[in-house]
């Protein structure tokens, strides 16, 4: 469910290349032409191009990049041009990092990607960083967010869609009785949710609110002022309903005194080749205004343009 337009008749990576090239040189940079470019084109395809690029002249197309680019549309920009699991690589490096750790990127990393999407990310982090990514978010979290996160980015789930209804019947059972009982960082309430498959936890949640007569999150939200609770309601709509994750993301990066543009631009650039058709539809229903709307009203120049190619409104 990707926004992304690609066109029918792709030019070669190395016509790309030499146009990119093009933009580089000369007075100014062609902000248009790497729109036009990098925003127009799937991973495998950006992936190529940074090859050829980097064959043809002897540079690295990213590093001419953030030396041609400014603010929030070089970071756009960068983020996009990455491959998603290099990506992802930097994003939960950063949120490791003193200045812009945040719990809530590395729980979104470990949630919203596949089993195989998130060893590619590990072994992009390994290759990079020279460390493992458990390593890293266990160095740099404690108490119950490190309980949390490290199981959250060690899962490969089983990503079919078997479900054991007896299972899903006792571990909703388990999970009230912890709830109940405020006992939220148990290790049974951690193993559940950072283990299960989406399919699995889907049923499970479903016997929970049919026999319980409340959605989990509804009973999470006992002390809404709980930053722990916050993360793990996080988590549970990450696992089962990421769209609705992402469109509160957005919501709450627009809607901010100021507008997050780092949320805004990690959302984008990570989703717009996975569900962001889904996401805008999510957004709509929430907020009744188009996502494109939205964005074009908090954002401007070229960072405007490239998130909303991205977004697949790129003549809007």
């Not at 740099?140 to 490969?156: C, D, I, N, Q």
């Amino acid at each position: 469910m990707a926004t992304l337009k690609v066109p029918v008749h792709v030019p070669s990576p190395s016509e790309d290349a030499e146009q990119l090239r093009k933009a580089f040189e000369g007075w100014g940079t062609n902000e248009q032409l790497i729109i036009d470019i990098l925003a127009h084109r799937n991973a495998a395809q950006r992936n190529s191009i940074r090859k050829v690029y980097g064959e043809a002249y002897g540079e690295d197309l990213l590093k001419c990049l953030e030396k041609e680019l400014t603010s929030d549309f070089e970071r756009a920009v960068l983020l996009f041009t990455l491959d998603p699991a290099e990506r992802d690589a930097h994003l939960a490096n950063e949120a490791t990092k003193k200045f812009t750790s945040s719990n809530w990127i590395l729980m979104e990393i470990g949630c919203s990607r596949s089993s195989h999407e998130l060893l590619n990310v590990k072994k992009a982090y390994h290759a990079r960083y020279k460390k493992s990514l458990e390593e890293d978010v266990a160095h740099h979290t404690t108490g119950e967010y490190r309980k949390l996160l490290v199981p959250l980015v060690s899962a490969f789930r089983y990503e079919g869609e078997e479900v054991n209804m007896t299972l899903a019947k006792s571990e909703a059972k388990i999970l009230h009785d912890k709830i109940s009982d405020k006992h939220y960082t148990d290790d049974e309430v951690i193993r559940i949710v950072s283990t299960r498959s989406k399919a699995q936890l889907n049923a499970t949640l479903n016997h929970y609110n049919t026999s319980f007569g409340n959605a989990i999150n509804k009973d999470l939200k006992a002390d809404p002022s709980d930053e722990f609770l916050k993360l793990l309601r996080a988590v549970i709509k990450c696992l089962t309903t990421p769209e609705q994750y992402f469109e509160k993301v957005l919501r709450q990066a627009i809607n901010k005194l100021g507008s997050d543009e780092w949320a805004l631009t990690r959302v984008v650039t990570t989703r717009a080749e996975v569900d962001m058709v889904r996401i805008k539809e999510a957004y709509q229903r929430r907020n009744s205004i188009p996502l494109e709307q939205a964005i074009a009203k908090d954002t401007s120049g070229d960072y405007e343009k490239f998130l909303l190619a991205l977004i697949g409104a790129g003549d809007a």
